[in-house]
């Protein structure tokens, strides 16, 4: 299946103001990225913060600046490249993809009723010939997402954060989105309330046959939800593979060691995680070679100095790692 | 082990424009010296205020239950918290005896002061050290938090600081005036669980070694099950399960422990679907009559559960539920 959207060898550089001698320097907040979701996908982008993840996904709504490669956009109707997308093209991005913040309190405006705020896309693209036609694609998106004609009426202070993620939703899939991006949806919510809107989103997602970016730093909740998933350190993806597949058998010693720090349900796993030391490293000063081999338990010289490219390590399965066929071995 | 504090039918108000919302619903736990104990709950629970009022901790509008008794055991004798008045005597628990450690690093440090000018001026304070003393104990501290190049690191302020970092820095200044009882309000829930990890690993440590008291307050039942000897769980203001962490997290007893382990995602089983709890948690204006939690229990036995606030009873030894369904006196129902 052709993939719905493509990143190629996708890089996003920001200049920090410059110091008084030298040139500004440079942020590589994602470097030679490229990955494929296939249309109908739950994607999960993982990595800590500073990993990058965001300015990907914002990179695939064209909402980042594409400093190096290329995004390609392909749902059937249209095929776009997001790196020279005219005005009007772009317009008719928005309408396909969208974006589901992260906090559902600062992301709706207090003083807009529900109804204006999912009503707004529509009304900003024009995507509607009347207010009846506008309310009615409002009521059914709403339903869609289990709010009632009631609800509509009120301001966003009068829900609570679960409710308001389904504003939030609801907003994002008014004007028929084909790509959602949703990042850190999830993250402030209670568990019960997480698993509800995680529950909401997959239902959405079957019943519109809708393509998701989910990025999290919660791989337990991107176990379950998503079916293939990336992982990036340092603006770099260091490992993709199938969900069940990457959970299973983890590649990278990133990975293996994030999956390790999930603590544990049962009180007699104590100390039994896998620790890694350090923190992520600066992405204005990157280390040389391997971008994780400051923290890596298994870094040899060839770390060091060389970066080490993504390569095959089972079906769809790809490692950027020197010493992954070794470490597997010893597993 | 020693008592360290003993909180008996806590119960606290606040009025607001919108009428007079309870917070804390009759609430009463013990806690041992070396302990640590969990206190889990959905946003709304109550958890942050019980642990505030600890140290009295809470805003004007803020009125105690007349009941309300917290008794802190120190070595020069019981302290009467609720007695306490003015700010002088405040500082027996607050800073003093009783640390606080928040979620949000960023925010609890100021800004335009250097974190060691912070940390010496609360020794200051608490403390009979004399400045440089004070600089050398809190150069000490961070040292003992893990932060490298220490010296380095008290001259500079907060944003110069990683997330983990300002939060190693935050538990070092905490445990500096060597308090009887550390409250760690989701001290690791804005942090990647890397960094996670090793908070969590800093503070197993410093238990054992301070053998001091904590209450970590968390809605992370994994965070809980690495890290603490007892378990409470709260909703809507009360305490609805008390026990070790191995009876609750293993047979948790009470319906509403079972609704947040069933919604909890976890990697032993991908598969498994995602439970919610049905419904919101109500507004504190609209507190369910009798068990609080009888409008989203899928346990409820009928009208009782809506009449009767249910009161302990023992599920196992040192295990206790608030709930009918353990009445002893309602036997088989």
């Known amino acids: ?331 | 082990m020693s008592r360290l504090i003993d909180v008996e039918n806590l119960t606290l108000q606040f009025d607001t424009d919108e009428g007079r919302i309870t917070a804390v619903d009759d609430v009463s736990f013990s806690l041992e010296a070396g302990e640590v104990m969990g206190l889990v709950g959905e946003s709304g629970s109550g958890k942050s205020v019980t642990a505030k009022s600890l140290m009295k901790l809470n805003p004007r509008n803020a009125i105690y239950g007349p009941a309300t008794n917290i008794t802190l055991h120190l070595d020069d004798g019981p302290v009467d918290v609720m007695s306490l008045q003015t700010d002088h005597d405040m500082k027996i628990v607050r800073g003093g005896s009783i640390s606080l450690i928040f979620q949000e690093p960023m925010a609890s440090f100021a800004p335009a002061i250097s974190i060691g000018d912070q940390m010496v001026e609360q020794l200051l304070i608490h403390t009979s050290f004399s400045p440089t003393q004070a600089k050398e104990l809190s150069i000490e501290m961070l040292d003992r938090v893990g932060i490298s190049d220490a010296n380095t690191r008290f001259g500079q302020y907060a944003f110069e600081l990683s997330g983990g970092m300002r939060q190693r820095a935050m538990i070092a200044m905490a445990l500096s005036t060597k308090p009887r009882l550390l409250i760690a309000d989701e001290p690791t829930t804005a942090l990647d669980v890397t960094i996670q990890a090793q908070v969590i690993d800093l503070m197993k440590d410093i238990v054992s070694e301070f053998g001091m008291g904590i209450i970590f307050i968390t809605h992370d039942l994994g965070v809980i099950a690495q890290t603490a000897d007892t378990v409470a769980v709260m909703y809507l203001g009360r305490l609805v399960e008390h026990g070790s962490v191995r009876d609750v997290i293993r047979r948790p007893a009470h319906p509403y422990t079972r609704g947040l382990l069933a919604a909890l995602p976890t990697l032993d089983d991908i598969d498994a679907p995602l439970t919610p709890i049905p419904g919101d948690i109500p507004s504190p204006l609209e507190r369910p009559s009798g068990c609080v939690y009888n409008t989203r229990c899928q346990e409820v036995l009928g009208r009782r559960c809506a009449r009767e606030v249910p009161t302990f009873s023992n599920v196992s030894a040192d295990h206790t539920a608030a709930c009918h369904l353990h009445d002893s006196e309602s036997g088989s129902l």
């Open chain 1, 1 to 331: 299946m052709k993939p719905l959207i493509t990143a190629q060898g996708l890089s996003v550089h920001y200049a920090l103001r410059g110091g008084l001698i030298g040139p500004a320097p440079l942020v590589r907040a994602v470097e030679n990225v490229t990955i494929e979701i296939a249309p109908g996908s739950f994607f999960g982008l993982v990595g800590e913060s500073g990993s990058g993840k965001t300015t990907l996904g914002r990179a695939m709504l064209r909402a980042a600046p594409i400093s190096k490669g290329n995004v390609l956009f392909d749902d059937g109707e249209v095929e776009y490249s997001l790196k020279n997308l005219g005005k009007k093209d772009l317009k008719d991005y928005r309408k396909r993809a969208q974006l589901i913040f992260q906090d559902p309190y600062a992301a709706l405006s207090p003083r807009m009723t529900v109804r204006d705020i999912i009503a707004e896309p529509l009304e900003v693209m024009r995507l509607t010939k009347s207010r009846a036609e506008t309310d009615e694609r409002v009521r059914e998106i709403a339903a869609k997402c289990r709010l009632n004609v009631e609800h509509l009426r009120r301001f966003p202070h009068a829900f609570s954060g679960g409710q308001r993620q389904r504003i939030s939703i609801a907003r994002a899939l008014v004007s028929g989105p084909k790509f959602i991006v949703a990042d850190e949806s999830v993250a402030a919510l209670d568990v019960s309330i997480q698993a509800d809107v995680l529950n909401l989103l997959k239902a959405i997602q079957e019943e519109m046959g809708l393509t998701f970016l989910f990025i999290s730093h919660d791989l337990s909740v991107v176990a379950h939800v998503c079916d293939h998933v990336a992982v990036m350190y340092l603006g770099r993806l260091v490992e993709t593979a199938p969900t069940r597949a990457l959970f299973s058998a983890p590649r990278h010693p990133y990975t293996q060691a994030l999956l390790s720090a999930i603590p544990s349900l049962d009180p007699d796993d104590r100390g039994k995680a896998q620790k890694l030391e350090g923190e992520i490293p600066s992405p204005t000063n990157p280390p040389p070679g391997c971008k994780f081999q400051t923290r890596c338990p298994h870094a040899i010289d060839r770390c060091r100095v060389e970066e080490p490219i993504l390569e095959a390590a089972g079906t769809q399965h790809n490692v950027a790692c020197h010493k992954w066929q070794e470490l597997s071995r010893r597993s």
